[in-house]
Structure formats: C-alpha cells, structure tokens
C-alpha cells in the first residue's frame, strides 16, 4: 500500500510550475550533461543532521530556494511531532488527550494514523507506545510522573478527526516521523521541478526523480565504514541498529530502540535496513523485522511491497 | 515463497573504511545564503576568564576560546562559524542571528565522522584541512549517502545554546 500525503499547513501558495517530464533516457544524459547542478545542504533537525541534495538544470539560486522550502517542510514536522518540545502537538496529546478529545493538524492525524496502521499490521512490533519506557532510560524527556497503564491499543482517532486516549499513553513518534518528514520535503522538492532529490535523516532516506543512488549500509561492527550497499531509483530505505544510541545507564547497557513484548533494550551488533517506495513505510518497517515473529515481518514487507536488509552478527 | 529479507553476514574482522567526511559549502556561500547582498564585518570574539566561565554557566556547556568566529551584519544581525566535536563527529556550522537576536537561519558547513576516538585526535582532524566544497562529488552511481542508525545532533543543540549565549553577554548592544 502506498500513503498519500497530507497537505500540512502554511505550505506556500505559489509554487514553480512542475517542468515537462522527459523520458528516463533523455533524462539520464541530462543528468551527465554539462548544464546539471546539484546543491547538498544539512541543518540539525528531528535531532539529526538532515541533508537534502538537489540537482537538475535549474540556476543554483533556484535550486537553493527549493532546499528552502523542503527544509521548512521538515521544520514543521519537528515542531508538530517532537516528544522533546513542550509545545509540540504530540506533547499536547500525551498530556490531555486522556481527558478530552484534542484535534490536531493533518500532518500529526496522518503519521498518528499510519503509526497505528503499523502496530496493527505487526500485531505490537511495532510499537508508537514504548516512550515510558525511553523516558526511564533517559532518551526522552519525563512528561508526567505516573507511569501510564495504557497502550497504542486505547488510542482512539474518533470520526470527525480528534485523538483521545481511553487509558494514559505515552505516544512517541520517533519510530516513523523522520520517515514521514522526509516524504514530505521529496514531494516539496519535487513540486518545485526539482529533477533529481536526496532527502536523508540521519540515516534514513529516499531517492526521487531521474538519478538513481548506490547507498552504503552502515558497518555495524565499524560503523564509520560500509561494505554493503543497496540500489534506490525513486525508493526510500531506512536503517535501525543499537551502535550509536548504546549506553550504560549505571547497571546495565540501554539502547534507543525497545522491544516491545519483553521491554528490553536492543543491543545485537546487527542491524536491519528496509527498502520501500517511502521513506514513512521503510523508517516503521525496520521496528517489524527487528521484532516480530518471522512470519509477521514477512507479510508486513510483503504487504508493504518492501524489502529488508538484514547485517547478522554474532554476539553485541 | 521467496523471502523478502536478504541476510548479509558481517565479516569477523572489521575492515579498515575511511571516515565519513562531507564539506555541504564555505564560509563565503553560507554568508551569501543567508544575509543576500548585505555586506559583513568581522567582530573579534575576545572571551576574558570571567566571560568563559560566566558562560559556561549560563549555557552548560564547555567554551573554547577562540573557535567561534562572528559577523556584523548591516541590519544589525550577526553571522556567526562554530564548531562542535561529539562523541564520534566533528561539525563546523554557520548561524544568522536576525537584529532583534533570535536565530534566522542554521547551516552546516561541514561534517565529519569516525567511530571510535580519532575524532578527537588533532592528526584525524588535520587530514581534513584544505578540503574544498565540491571535491569528490561526482553524479551517478558513487555512495554518497550512508544509510544507518540515526546519530543523535545533541552536541550541536549545545553548541548553539553556548554561541547564544556568547552573543547576549559579549556582544549585544556593543
């Protein structure tokens, strides 16, 4: 299944008009040709570095001013969806959507939507409802003192588009809305002629238009190298492993991703890469095949028309 | 029916990879970025003993005197170029503060990664220098981009809460 994006508010009235698209030959010799340009900038975002590579035939200053707007794009998502921020929606959620119905932006509804699509589909692997327990391990910030008794399963989107929580729940939408921003700024991109795009979040991103990308997967014994890699033409792939967010909390080693059936933090020197055509979909993907039963993982992907990428080693 | 998840085996022995290094624009474009057309004036960042540890105070974070180099703007705004070294980076990045002292605009100019301690190390770091924006940037099929696990931007957080705080006790209303 594919998603289609939400419009998400002041996203600008007058856009460049699309260019014509050519044919995918005459597009790749344009891409080789002398009148190609690329532009590569990165800002801190989703607290992350996010870059965005965008080339075509376009003059530099408009290309610039389209990575303008895709960043401003992302910029909307950090500050609708992040746990951290206290004026965020999602924070809004956590700490009333338990007594009254909130509404929300289209932007919040949509990644909210999907991320319950995929705690379904995976029957919990995946799991936007693990944040008690990031927060007990110091990724997330405490938002409240009691330790909420619900789940993913007692959030209720009711007909006329508010969010209510029928027990506490500690929504968190870390797993999937870097996948969703990203998704956001290609179409950005793309809407402003944009002919060949890169958006990357820290490690999960997606290829669109005419260039097709050869990416290295991350070494997770060394993760400053790569030895495999994995070929995007208008396909996102996203990447979940323990090595850069593993610490020692005092007594034993925590890690930014939870298993959600046993609670435990996950610490294998392995690492999972999904292939999907958007980055949303690959970015909840990779939680699906770290955690649930094979058989699961294999429907959810399938279903998905993804493909998973898995660097197996032995032992943390 | 065929499975959708491919395994590779990780090799036993690491094998030895360059760093991650990726020059995004100079100084010169980020300044043209973000203040078109306006021309710029070099401000000293001079930190006294009791300014360094007034800021760290105030910012919670560590100050080393002399990396931080600051712009006047003609609006009155200010550019500013710092860096920041975390736990396996190293990023220099460019701010625009507007005239009324809130921040406009956040580049980063340059990034540079490892894992393990070479960031720290001053050989690791001088490989890097005289690198220029464009050097092996080729289009087509060459890696340019390394999917993994995120890497948290918490150090550069720090760095502009300790550069914010620079601006509003050394150099606003000078």
């Keep these: ?316 | 029916m065929n499975s959708r998840i491919l395994i590779f085996p990780v090799a036993a022995v690491a094998i030895c990879q360059p760093a991650l290094a990726l020059v995004y624009m100079s100084v010169e474009q980020a300044q043209q970025l973000m203040f078109k057309g306006q021309s710029l004036t070099a401000v000293p960042v001079i930190l006294t003993a009791a300014d360094v540890s007034a800021i760290e105070r105030d910012s919670g974070v560590k100050v080393y005197p002399g990396v931080l180099r600051a712009w006047k703007a003609e609006d009155g705004g200010y550019f500013f170029v710092d860096a920041v070294i975390g736990k396996h980076e190293l990023i220099t990045y460019a701010v625009a503060l507007g005239p009324d002292g809130k921040v406009g605009q956040v580049e980063i100019i340059e990034y540079r990664e490892a894992y393990g301690g070479e960031v720290r190390s001053e050989r690791w770091r001088a490989q890097f220098v005289g690198k220029q924006h464009g050097d092996a940037v080729h289009v087509g099929r060459d890696i340019q981009n390394i999917s993994g696990a995120t890497m948290s931007s918490e150090h550069l957080t720090e760095g502009i809460r300790r550069l914010l705080s620079i601006y509003a006790m050394v150099l606003a209303g000078h």
């Design chain 1, 1 to 316: 299944m594919r998603w289609s994006l939400p419009d998400i508010e002041d996203r600008p009235a007058a856009r460049p008009a699309p260019r014509p698209s050519r044919s995918r030959a005459a597009a790749l010799r344009a891409a080789s040709g002398p009148g190609f340009r690329e532009v590569c900038r990165a800002r801190p975002l989703l607290g992350t570095r996010v870059e965005i590579r965008a080339g075509g035939d376009a003059a530099e200053e408009d290309l610039h001013a389209a990575v303008d707007l895709a960043f401003a794009a992302v910029e909307r998502v950090h500050r609708l969806m992040s746990y951290h921020d206290p004026g965020s929606e999602l924070t809004r959620l956590n700490r009333h959507a338990g007594a009254a119905p909130q509404r929300v932006s289209a932007g919040t509804l949509a990644v909210l939507e999907a991320a319950l699509h995929f705690a379904r589909l995976s029957e919990g692997a995946f799991d936007p409802g693990v944040a008690a327990t990031l927060e007990q391990w110091g990724y997330l910030p405490k938002i409240g003192a009691a330790p909420p008794a619900g789940s993913w399963r007692d959030v209720e989107v009711t007909p006329d588009g508010c969010v209510r929580f029928h027990r506490p729940v500690r929504l968190d939408l870390g797993g999937i809305a870097k996948g969703f921003a990203v998704d956001l700024a290609v179409r950005t991109l793309r809407e402003a002629g944009v002919e060949a795009v890169v958006v990357d979040a820290g490690g999960d991103l997606r290829v669109a238009g005419i260039v097709p990308r050869r990416i290295g997967l991350r070494d997770p014994r060394a993760p400053a190298g790569s030895v495999h890699s994995v070929d995007l033409e208008n396909a996102a792939l996203a990447t979940s492993a323990g090595y850069f967010s593993r610490r020692w909390d005092g007594e034993r080693y925590v890690s930014a991703l939870v298993d959600p059936a046993s609670a435990q933090p996950f610490l294998a020197g392995s690492s999972v890469s999904v292939r999907a055509f958007d980055c949303m979909t690959a970015d909840a993907l990779t939680k699906v095949v770290l955690f649930a039963p094979p058989a699961v993982a294999e429907r959810a992907l399938a279903q998905c028309e993804a493909h998973a990428f898995v660097q197996a080693s032995p032992g943390p």
